[in-house]
């Protein structure tokens, strides 16, 4: 018998062979209904999966992550088998699950239109009443190319699982057989609500060089209530989308003549310095130097920090004077240089070092979005620079700040711990080291955390911040990472109390991430409604007449040498039409003028929020927002 631990640590016994689902069904309560794949030891496996030894065992429902990636592959295979039914020319590319749903990859000219997606939908509809039991086969690579002799993107997928000494399995649903790892729900009458959201062209493996092929996005829920609801949340993305309101309020432009290289607009860059001043005012409250170091540096440098071996095909590359330059993706070596500038004693430890600094990365252009995936961006490193024994506390230093920083914008959060990767360098030992140190800081402050296995740096451990906007959606955005690794790799020393030589330990952080992507993220946060004191513009100031325009210019003088950003909208319009029109711009507060105003040196005050708040003193305004300004207040 097999000693199988379930969630709470239950141990139950079953046969050896005994499946993922009879385990399910065993449990009894309808669980094998709702169970959409297993989690044995740590790894996602298919409900047909046949438990051979003592193991952990999580049965995943549409409420795990996992359980929501089997569902949208099922949904996946089904939206081909539609495709391959209405039309049987189709070539079939690849159909992952992806955040929020699905999208298969199809070769078929034309491409597909909407009132294609409309077919779709309603041969997909077909499929799920037909309730297609959905089974799983491997066979050998000679059988396998065979069966896919008609299907050249899946004989690619073959002869590449092969090489790799992979089973080749299959998964058929009535007619259709599709290559694929699973996994699947046991049959297509699961999927009980979807929808194809969206259709365009993409490359195959995302190379520009090969082919274009037409993607078909779609979603789908156990419950036709969770799928309104889903449809609901994307229509508020779309009302906040980044692009849409970078564009109407002005910030930034994405232009042709610099894909992912975004242009900063005279209000773009209030509120990136915005954000700059606040961000330099945090870290000297925690002690940190700024610094800055060059965008463009030699191949040696980036041969002797591994990053030219381990990530040189997102790095741009130049020759100067033959030899060979990389411009930085990261601004860690440059960190490192500026500490090795001196020598260090025990006692200059911690040195937190922080900088703003402008990296560029190589992404390929169907992956580019906005501000949130872009080519050249600022990442608001820090470099610590540390003894053993003071990792603890600095990772919870730096947990602590980040913590105040999410805090200030409203913004929950979620923390993972990302493990030693495949591709890593340097002595496990010291990866263990640091993998528990940062499990322990976090688990002494209090903090809830997932393990994310084997998506640490390839050069140590980290810990990753994970944001939740006002719609539910997460973005990752804050890292800290452990390093042991660089600093033997670049010989950096200290000397300790007993006069010797010692290497330091490193910490990488970050906060907001890349500037232009937390900036992408606020936007869709706030939907463009920024707080007062992150906003471009923060009072419209608009006199009824031109006999109000000169104390109107008085009130636009005061506000503005009290350190406010005002706009005076002196145009020949009604009053109605410019406070419409502030609003659309998302301004905080409109300060209308007339006679009375005028005579008692008041503001009528309207705020954007709260509408209406009448008439007061301008020094009593002034004081209100100063201290709302002051207080970050959202």
Same mark, same amino acid.
Request: hydrophobic fraction near 40%; charged fraction near 30%; proline fraction near 4%.
């Given at each position: 018998?097999?000693?199988?631990?379930?969630?709470?640590?239950?141990?139950?016994?079953?046969?050896?062979?005994?499946?993922?689902?009879?385990?399910?069904?065993?449990?009894?309560?309808?669980?094998?209904?709702?169970?959409?794949?297993?989690?044995?030891?740590?790894?996602?496996?298919?409900?047909?999966?046949?438990?051979?030894?003592?193991?952990?065992?999580?049965?995943?429902?549409?409420?795990?992550?996992?359980?929501?990636?089997?569902?949208?592959?099922?949904?996946?295979?089904?939206?081909?088998?539609?495709?391959?039914?209405?039309?049987?020319?189709?070539?079939?590319?690849?159909?992952?699950?992806?955040?929020?749903?699905?999208?298969?990859?199809?070769?078929?000219?034309?491409?597909?239109?909407?009132?294609?997606?409309?077919?779709?939908?309603?041969?997909?509809?077909?499929?799920?009443?037909?309730?297609?039991?959905?089974?799983?086969?491997?066979?050998?690579?000679?059988?396998?190319?065979?069966?896919?002799?008609?299907?050249?993107?899946?004989?690619?997928?073959?002869?590449?699982?092969?090489?790799?000494?992979?089973?080749?399995?299959?998964? %058929?649903?009535?007619?259709?057989? =599709?290559?694929?790892?699973?996994?699947?729900?046991?049959?297509?009458?699961?999927?009980?609500?979807?929808?194809?959201?969206?259709?365009?062209?993409?490359?195959?493996?995302?190379?520009?060089?090969?082919?274009?092929?037409?993607?078909?996005?779609?979603?789908?829920?156990?419950?036709?209530?969770?799928?309104?609801?889903?449809?609901?949340?994307?229509?508020?993305?779309?009302?906040?989308? $980044?692009?849409?309101?970078?564009?109407?309020?002005?910030?930034?432009?994405?232009?042709?003549?610099?894909?992912?290289?975004?242009?900063?607009?005279?209000?773009?860059?209030?509120?990136?310095?915005?954000?700059?001043?606040?961000?330099?005012?945090?870290?000297?409250?925690?002690?940190?130097?700024?610094?800055?170091?060059?965008?463009?540096?030699? %191949?040696?440098?980036?041969?002797?920090?591994?990053?030219?071996?381990?990530?040189?095909?997102?790095?741009?590359?130049?020759?100067?004077?033959?030899?060979?330059?990389?411009?930085?993706?990261?601004?860690?070596?440059?960190?490192?240089?500026?500490?090795?500038?001196?020598?260090?004693?025990?006692?200059?430890?911690?040195?937190?070092?922080?900088?703003?600094?402008?990296?560029?990365?190589?992404?390929?252009?169907?992956?580019?979005?906005?501000?949130?995936?872009?080519?050249?961006?600022?990442?608001? =490193?820090?470099?610590?620079?540390?003894?053993?024994?003071?990792?603890?506390?600095?990772?919870?230093?730096?947990?602590?700040?980040? =913590?105040?920083?999410?805090?200030?914008?409203?913004?929950?959060? $979620?923390?993972?711990?990302?493990?030693?990767?495949?591709?890593?360098?340097?002595?496990?030992?010291?990866?263990?080291?640091?993998?528990?140190?940062?499990?322990?800081?976090?688990?002494?402050?209090?903090?809830?955390?997932?393990?994310?296995?084997?998506?640490?740096?390839?050069?140590?451990?980290?810990?990753?911040?994970?944001?939740?906007?006002?719609?539910?959606?997460?973005?990752?955005?804050?890292?800290?990472?452990?390093?042991?690794?660089?600093?033997?790799?670049?010989?950096?020393?200290?000397?300790?109390?007993?006069?010797?030589? $010692?290497?330091?330990?490193?910490?990488?952080?970050?906060?907001?991430?890349?500037?232009?992507?937390?900036?992408?993220?606020?936007?869709?946060?706030?939907?463009?409604?920024?707080?007062?004191?992150?906003?471009?513009?923060?009072?419209?100031?608009?006199?009824?007449?031109?006999?109000?325009?000169?104390?109107?210019?008085?009130?636009?003088?005061?506000?503005?040498?009290?350190?406010?950003?005002?706009?005076?909208?002196?145009?020949?319009?009604?009053?109605?039409?410019?406070?419409?029109?502030?609003?659309?711009?998302?301004?905080?507060?409109?300060?209308?003028?007339?006679?009375?105003?005028?005579?008692?040196?008041?503001?009528?005050?309207?705020?954007?929020?709260?509408?209406?708040?009448?008439?007061?003193?301008?020094?009593?305004?002034?004081?209100?927002?100063?201290?709302?300004?002051?207080?970050?207040?959202?």
């Amino acid at each position: 018998m097999l000693n199988i631990t379930l969630k709470g640590g239950t141990v139950r016994q079953f046969e050896p062979g005994t499946t993922v689902l009879d385990v399910a069904k065993s449990l009894g309560g309808g669980l094998y209904k709702q169970v959409t794949c297993g989690m044995v030891d740590g790894e996602v496996v298919d409900l047909r999966y046949p438990l051979q030894k003592d193991c952990e065992l999580i049965l995943c429902t549409f409420e795990d992550e996992a359980g929501k990636k089997a569902f949208w592959h099922t949904a996946t295979h089904i939206m081909a088998q539609a495709v391959k039914r209405l039309y049987p020319e189709t070539k079939l590319a690849i159909g992952p699950a992806i955040d929020g749903g699905f999208y298969y990859d199809f070769d078929r000219k034309p491409a597909f239109s909407p009132e294609d997606l409309e077919k779709i939908e309603a041969e997909m509809q077909k499929i799920v009443k037909e309730a297609l039991p959905i089974e799983r086969f491997t066979l050998p690579v000679d059988q396998a190319l065979e069966l896919m002799k008609d299907e050249p993107y899946k004989q690619e997928l073959i002869k590449e699982h092969a090489a790799a000494g992979e089973e080749i399995s299959f998964y %058929r649903q009535g007619e259709f057989t =599709d290559v694929c790892a699973g996994p699947h729900l046991t049959d297509t009458g699961k999927v009980k609500a979807f929808k194809l959201t969206a259709t365009n062209a993409a490359y195959w493996r995302g190379d520009q060089n090969n082919q274009t092929l037409s993607r078909i996005y779609g979603t789908a829920f156990p419950k036709a209530a969770q799928l309104e609801e889903h449809l609901q949340r994307i229509e508020e993305a779309k009302r906040r989308d $980044h692009r849409k309101l970078g564009k109407e309020l002005e910030l930034f432009a994405l232009l042709d003549e610099g894909p992912g290289f975004p242009f900063w607009l005279p209000k773009g860059m209030v509120l990136k310095n915005q954000l700059m001043e606040y961000w330099r005012e945090v870290h000297t409250r925690w002690n940190y130097v700024e610094v800055s170091t060059p965008i463009m540096l030699s %191949r040696h440098l980036w041969e002797t920090s591994g990053h030219w071996y381990h990530y040189k095909d997102n790095m741009y590359t130049t020759v100067i004077d033959d030899q060979d330059f990389a411009i930085k993706p990261m601004n860690c070596p440059g960190g490192i240089l500026i500490y090795k500038q001196k020598p260090h004693s025990y006692k200059d430890l911690p040195l937190r070092m922080a900088e703003v600094g402008l990296v560029h990365r190589h992404e390929m252009s169907g992956a580019l979005h906005g501000l949130m995936r872009v080519r050249c961006f600022n990442q608001d =490193d820090a470099h610590i620079f540390m003894t053993r024994d003071q990792i603890k506390d600095e990772i919870k230093n730096v947990v602590s700040l980040i =913590d105040e920083v999410y805090t200030t914008f409203g913004f929950r959060y $979620h923390i993972e711990l990302s493990t030693m990767p495949e591709d890593h360098m340097g002595d496990e030992a010291d990866w263990e080291i640091a993998t528990n140190a940062l499990r322990e800081a976090i688990t002494e402050l209090g903090k809830d955390f997932v393990i994310n296995e084997g998506d640490g740096a390839f050069y140590g451990p980290k810990l990753d911040f994970h944001l939740e906007d006002c719609i539910g959606r997460t973005w990752q955005c804050g890292t800290i990472q452990l390093d042991f690794q660089l600093p033997e790799r670049f010989e950096l020393e200290y000397t300790g109390p007993d006069n010797q030589k $010692h290497r330091p330990i490193m910490i990488h952080r970050v906060a907001f991430g890349s500037i232009e992507r937390f900036i992408g993220i606020l936007i869709e946060h706030f939907a463009g409604a920024f707080p007062l004191w992150l906003n471009p513009v923060q009072v419209a100031v608009i006199p009824i007449g031109d006999a109000h325009l000169d104390y109107a210019k008085q009130v636009v003088d005061q506000l503005t040498k009290a350190g406010m950003r005002v706009k005076l909208d002196d145009r020949n319009e009604k009053v109605g039409y410019k406070i419409r029109e502030a609003q659309v711009q998302k301004i905080n507060y409109m300060l209308v003028i007339g006679d009375r105003e005028m005579e008692n040196g008041q503001v009528a005050v309207r705020s954007r929020k709260e509408g209406d708040k009448g008439a007061v003193k301008v020094e009593e305004f002034l004081a209100s927002a100063l201290e709302e300004i002051r207080t970050k207040a959202l």
